[in-house]
């Protein structure tokens, strides 16, 4: 058997965002800023995806700036902000402990540039309250991003919640959505959202291709400098093969966005009750307000990399955390910000389902990873010691995956 569980990391191109993308290679390969047929029609086709994308956030075409993916929309919407403060005098910032890279990364170099950086803790159950944002909001705030669904654990934030906050307070509020958009609804009049980060590939679309939703006066800086495309936000003859793709794909996944999670949170909690049947494992994040397909586990005495290894050679393709920090030898900072101590961080696991997964794959998950969890521990000199008593364990035995730490 082969199982792909590591749709978090990236999802399979859909038959229909292949099939979308196909002409505008071939036959409509106008360029939307000519003059002529071909162009105009490329134009038209690339207004009718932005029309796609903006009824589907509930927001105007013209608030939609076409980029090059979830990374790109997060910089420019926090540069943005932070410039648009600036002018103003407001430098400090409001995040989380547990962003995307492309966050927290841009947060970094803000911070060496003289930005006051808070990064509100995150709970043990993966969730941050909208009392922290509001207690943590001063006068020179000028920017607050939450993410909306985080990518290795799943948990769902209260973001209608704090759009509310931040509206009142009169902050931009920026949240990466790359993981929710197509997977759960978003409205970004209802949830008060003024930026907000997507990318086709989370949602069975190409590589390489996103939005930023910037909503009207919010004004966006400029990362590429060059033509008027994008009026102006974004220069560089657009993507419009991926871009169609993007919307088509956006499209079909918004509409079945309640089919798909009824199937998957049925799948979801197969999962975690089979994983949590495993002595010494411990659920990561809420288990209830998390994302339909996304599962992830800490297993006491196991090293992540070996685990993803073993389950490689049985034919599941799973992660440990997020593909971006695999390779590297620290422990994931979302485990560590909920507070999961670095030994037990160590030995993580994430899978992340599609609607194309099976209750037969998920039996052979369960299957798979016990039988691995059993053969490292044979192995593990950790586990040795904690059998004999010479170490104490970290994690509670209990009878299901609500299991706490000792
Ligand atoms: C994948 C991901 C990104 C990066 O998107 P790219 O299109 O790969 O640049 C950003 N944020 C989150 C939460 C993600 O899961």
């Given at each position: 058997m082969q199982i792909y569980a590591d749709n978090a990391a990236t999802t399979k191109m859909s038959r229909l965002a292949i099939d979308t993308m196909l002409p505008y290679m071939d036959v409509?390969?106008?360029?939307?800023?000519?003059?002529?047929t071909p162009g105009q029609k490329a134009a038209e086709a690339l207004f009718s995806a932005r029309e796609t994308i903006a009824k589907y956030l509930n927001c105007?075409?013209?608030?939609i700036t076409f980029t090059s993916g979830g990374s790109e929309s997060d910089n420019q919407a926090i540069l943005s902000a932070v410039g648009a403060g600036a002018r103003k005098n407001k430098k400090h910032i409001i995040s989380t402990a547990f962003e995307h890279h492309a966050v927290l990364h841009a947060l970094k170099k803000l911070q060496k540039q003289g930005y006051e950086v808070t990064l509100l803790d995150v709970h043990e159950n993966g969730l941050i309250t909208p009392e922290q944002v509001k207690q943590a909001i001063?006068?020179?705030?000028a920017l607050v991003t939450v993410m909306y669904?985080?990518?290795?654990?799943?948990t769902v934030q209260p973001i209608a919640e704090i759009g509310k906050i931040c509206r009142e307070a009169g902050v931009p509020f920026h949240t990466d959505a790359v993981q929710a958009a197509g997977h759960i609804p978003i409205d970004v009049k209802a949830q008060n959202i003024d930026l907000l980060s997507l990318s086709a590939h989370k949602f069975h679309g190409p590589k390489g291709v996103g939005v930023l939703y910037a909503r009207k006066g919010v004004p966006l800086t400029t990362l590429i400098e060059g033509g008027a495309q994008e009026r102006g936000r974004r220069a560089g003859t657009e993507n419009i093969p991926a871009i169609m793709a993007m919307a088509a794909s956006f499209a079909y996944m918004c509409d079945r966005i309640d089919e798909h999670t009824e199937k998957l949170t049925a799948l979801r909690d197969r999962l975690m009750k089979g994983l949590g049947q495993i002595p010494r494992s411990i659920l990561n994040g809420d288990p209830t307000r998390r994302l339909p397909g996304n599962v992830n586990f800490c297993f006491e005495g196991i090293e992540g990399e070996s685990l993803l290894l073993l389950l490689d050679a049985k034919g599941v393709y799973a992660s440990s955390g997020s593909a971006c920090t695999s390779?590297?030898?620290?422990?994931s900072h979302v485990l560590l910000a909920i507070g999961r101590p670095h030994e037990i961080a160590h030995g993580s696991l994430r899978l992340t389902l599609s609607d194309e997964n099976t209750e037969e794959e998920v039996d052979y998950i369960i299957k798979s990873v016990e039988e691995v969890v059993e053969r490292l521990r044979a192995m593990s000199p950790v586990w040795q010691d904690l059998l004999a008593g010479r170490k104490n364990y970290v994690i509670k035995q209990c009878k299901n995956y609500a299991q706490t730490l000792n």
């Open positions: 409509l390969y106008g360029n939307p800023s000519s003059l002529h105007e075409p013209r608030e001063r006068p020179d705030t669904a985080n990518n290795e654990i799943g390779g590297s030898l620290d422990p």
